[in-house]
């Protein structure tokens, strides 16, 4: 009985298909596919949209919206996560709104029987994700003014919110907590508390079904709720294009938009639209058999990018051939792979989250994050749907036993397809909507890294330096393996006519859709970063980048270098090292020499080999050792940079710096931590973690 509607509605949406197919078009002055949705060209597509937010939702019926901050998809995920369960438990019409395409200074007229939320990651060094900036400059600004006029501004507005940080930042979820206290300062009236995720301790999921629960009971009772037993119903609706095959020119195979399909990708490029770069040059950086590192070079010659030493290039991966048959042989669509199908978004605010029409194998392969953890909420969702009542009890308990889920699931690192697989023994799940997983997945977000080369040296060819990813677990045959760097290894593999291309029995579609990426291509694009040398060349730098947090640092080595050559006097160039030992994973140790000819004696650079000796060496030890020299340099004004390692590594640097300097000045320890705070504040201390 779930389904009446969506049959319904995908009838109505089908008839409508025929009559616009028999007539044309010509009744609704449709002259192109009824179904085809936007993504016409990446950066056009929003043209035209109102960005007034009350009128959208009056429009719409809507008397919740949920907007967003995120840079990685997660904040986004959660809002729609809050929007379904919103309707479904208790009838809310929500809808979720991206910060970027609204404004703001209308917020004082939303009516107080509506509700906005607020679900807001902070990113990097406390600062708003790129789709918030405006937002977050607008609601915390000095002169914050509204249409209305109204004292104190913001009386009526009703909101919630959410914030998504890492306790291992400086700047612990700056976002939500600045926005909260400015909303309040405005005269809002917050429902339920702030909540706080915590990706460093782990916990994120965790923390947003704890806030949520006490959050909906409080929504409930100020705007009279009722809550209801919550059915599934479907967001999006799927529709068989029969008449369309995989070579139908118009069917989207995983490109990303409608330039890509047509052949006439152009710039600018940027997170809605990758460039498909050649790679010019790869291969492996460590000798030790078990481990992998890669060098890529990137050229971007035949594109209008440009990036600065210190920037990060995003890698847009796709999912490895073996997880993609995985997922759809086990909720049975493996036969049905090729099929070309269209989404329809069935309430008006939804958004489909890739252009169609396309084909499953398409949207596995591309654009579903089909290999991260399962969430706990997106297991309970898909209980309704087990291939029986045992199955069905055991999804159930583990979607709604924080610990049983923790127990049973996080040793494996199952992603979803694996986790289905094990709790149903085996059986497939053919009754899921695949509009549930469209709704319950993150979309296949790109992979940011740390651009390892310096632009004046080659402004236009990038280059990345990534450890993959790949981790033993414990009763399973095959490591886990991570998604991007396992497709940057393959595609190393290829370039290097490798003889064993489909390395640790993965194998990918390195081709691309319809042969676009043949030729060894990667789609990427480029993200700037504050992460930068001092314009003063003089300035002495001293750098601290064990493993692959040695990246800018090439970069930033290389560039100096080159200053030197063109007869500019260069600082004192101090690089921290780490990593096992010297005969595995040193990276780039030849080249350090050939820098060091430009350099001199300007350059260091001092190692910590983990395991070589019984004492374990890092590189904070060597920080510490070198307490006096690291002292007299501050004093020269010298600026100070960690990269690589958030959890662990840059923050004990961070400690022994404050030591450092607490030693050399002959202050407190807490004095030492206060001067470290300030040299963050005029940049002179910088951060690249991950
Ligand atoms: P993913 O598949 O994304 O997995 C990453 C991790 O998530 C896994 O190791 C695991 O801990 C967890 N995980 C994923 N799936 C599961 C599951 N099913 N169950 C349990 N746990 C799971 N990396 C570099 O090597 N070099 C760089 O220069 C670099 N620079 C960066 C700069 C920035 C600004 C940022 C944000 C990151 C940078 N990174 C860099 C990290 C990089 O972006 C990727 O996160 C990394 O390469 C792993 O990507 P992946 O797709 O291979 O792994």
Redo the contacts with the bound molecule.
């Keep these: 009985a779930e389904f009446d509607t969506l049959d319904i509605v995908v009838l109505g949406v089908i008839l409508l298909g025929t009559i616009a197919y028999f007539t044309k078009g010509t009744l609704w002055g449709i002259t192109k596919d009824p179904y085809a949705n936007a993504f016409a060209n990446a950066n056009g597509a929003k043209a035209g949209r109102s960005r007034n937010i009350l009128e959208k939702m009056d429009e719409t019926g809507k008397n919740c919206v949920i907007f967003y901050g995120s840079q990685?998809g997660t904040a986004e995920d959660y809002a729609s996560r809050l929007a379904k369960e919103g309707k479904s438990r208790f009838g809310l019409e929500t809808m979720v709104a991206d910060l970027e395409e609204y404004d703001f200074d209308n917020l004082d007229a939303m009516p107080s029987d509506k509700v906005a939320m607020f679900i807001l990651a902070t990113y990097?060094e406390g600062e708003p994700t790129d789709n918030a900036v405006e937002f977050y400059e607008f609601i915390t600004g000095d002169d914050v003014s509204f249409s209305e006029g109204s004292d104190p501004a913001l009386q009526n507005l009703n909101y919630v919110a959410f914030g998504l940080g890492n306790n291992t930042y400086e700047h612990y979820n700056s976002m939500v907590r600045n926005v909260d206290k400015a909303l309040q300062k405005l005269g809002a009236n917050r429902i339920g508390e702030a909540g706080e995720g915590d990706d460093g301790a782990g916990t994120m999921e965790e923390d947003f079904l704890a806030w949520k629960d006490p959050m909906w009971a409080a929504l409930a009772e100020k705007m009279g709720l009722e809550e209801r037993e919550a059915v599934y119903e479907p967001t999006f609706g799927i529709v068989d294009r029969e008449n369309l095959t995989v070579d139908s020119p118009e069917v989207y195979l995983g490109e990303p938009n409608k330039m890509h399909l047509e052949g006439t990708a152009k710039g600018p490029f940027n997170s809605h639209n990758p460039y498909i770069a050649p790679i010019a040059e790869s291969r492996e950086l460590f000798s030790a058999k078990d481990r992998n590192?890669i060098h890529m070079d990137v050229d971007i010659n035949g594109s209008n990018l440009s990036y600065q030493t210190g920037d990060?290039i995003a890698?847009w991966?796709t999912n490895s051939g073996d997880e993609v048959d995985r997922f759809l042989d086990i909720i049975g669509l493996k036969e049905k792979r090729n099929n070309v199908i269209s989404i329809k978004a069935l309430e008006p605010t939804a958004k489909v989250p890739f252009p169609t029409p396309t084909t499953y194998d398409a949207i596995v392969r591309y654009h579903l994050e089909i290999?991260?953890?399962?969430s706990r909420q997106f297991v309970a969702t898909l209980a309704a749907f087990a291939p029986s009542d045992e199955v069905k009890a055991e999804m159930a308990r583990l979607g709604s036993d924080k610990e049983y889920f923790h127990s049973k699931?996080g040793p494996?690192?199952?992603?979803i397809a694996?986790l289905l697989d094990t709790v149903g023994k085996g059986e497939k799940w053919t009754n899921i909507p695949f509009s549930a997983f469209i709704e319950g997945l993150n979309k296949l977000?790109p992979?940011?890294?740390?651009?390892?080369s310096s632009s004046l040296v080659q402004p236009k060819k990038i280059s990345?330096?990534?450890?993959?990813?790949s981790?033993a677990i414990p009763g399973r045959k095959d490591p886990?393996?991570?998604?991007?760097?396992?497709?940057?290894f393959a595609l190393k593999q290829k370039q290097n006519g490798d003889p064993n291309p489909s390395p640790f029995g993965k194998t990918y579609a390195l081709n691309g859709p319809r042969n676009k990426f043949d030729g060894i291509h990667v789609p990427v694009h480029v993200?700037h970063?504050n992460f930068k040398l001092p314009s003063d060349p003089a300035k002495p730098v001293i750098m601290v980048g064990p493993?692959?947090?040695v990246?800018?640092f090439r970069g930033f080595i290389q560039e100096r270098a080159k200053q030197a050559q063109n007869g500019a006097t260069v600082g004192r160039t101090i690089l921290f090292f780490g990593c096992r030992k010297r005969s595995e994973d040193f990276l780039y140790e030849s080249e350090w020499e050939e820098y060091k000819k430009a350099l001199g004696d300007s350059l260091e650079i001092v190692t910590a080999f983990s395991r070589e000796s019984s004492k374990k060496v890092y590189v904070q030890h060597r920080l510490k050792e070198r307490s006096k020299e690291i002292g007299e340099l501050l004093s020269q004004k010298a600026y100070f940079y960690v990269?690589?390692d958030a959890a662990h590594m840059a923050r004990e640097v961070n400690t022994v710096l404050a030591q450092i300097i607490a030693e050399s000045r002959g202050v407190s320890e807490t004095k030492g931590e206060e001067i470290v705070k300030n040299m963050r504040a005029a940049n002179q201390y910088q951060e690249?973690?991950?």
């Design positions: 990685t990097g590192c990060h890698i991966p290999c991260a953890p399962v699931t494996h690192f199952y992603n694996r977000q992979r940011y890294y740390s651009i390892s990345i330096t990534a450890v993959i990813e981790q886990f393996r991570g998604v991007a760097t396992n497709y940057l993200r970063s493993g692959t947090g990246a800018p990269c690589g690249d973690v991950w």
